[in-house]
Nanobody
Framework: VQLQASGGGLVQPGGSLRLSCAAS????????MGWYCQAPGKERELVAV???????NYADSVKGRFTISRDNAKNTLYLQMNSLKSEDTAVYYC???????????????WGKGTLVTVSS
């Protein structure tokens, strides 16, 4: 199973970006999916998570600005990022809890990350 994240880039403060994360491979089902970020010199932290329900949860710092969503038919996760601030600058990683075909347990997978830089 592979997760391929895309959509990062350079954006001015107040701007928007949309991140995508496509999961591929021998997937039976995907449970929760999430976005995490890691700024220089800091630990990786949760940005937003969406369950298969789906229900969502956000870090306080992004509530009202970011929206997480998923397309189960495409095994793809999204993060719409609006009103971006300089402090949102980080590498963003996607995560998926996956039940692979033929497996009886779930495995966490991570994408390689996509860099978001918010700067004027």
């Amino acid at each position: 199973v592979q997760l391929q994240a895309s959509g990062g880039g350079l954006v001015q403060p107040g701007g928007s970006l949309r991140l995508s994360c496509a999961a591929s491979g021998s997937i039976f089902s995907i449970n929760a999916m999430g976005w995490y970020c890691q700024a220089p010199g800091k630990e990786r932290e949760l940005v937003a998570v969406i369950t298969s329900g789906p229900s969502t949860n956000y870090a306080d710092s992004v509530k009202g600005r970011f929206t997480i969503s998923r397309d189960n038919a495409k095994n793809t996760l999204y993060l719409q990022m609006n009103s971006l601030k300089s402090e949102d600058t980080a590498v963003y990683y996607c995560n998926a809890n996956v039940r692979r075909l033929g497996y009886t347990y779930d495995i966490d997978y991570w994408g390689k990350g996509t860099l978001v830089t918010v700067s004027s």
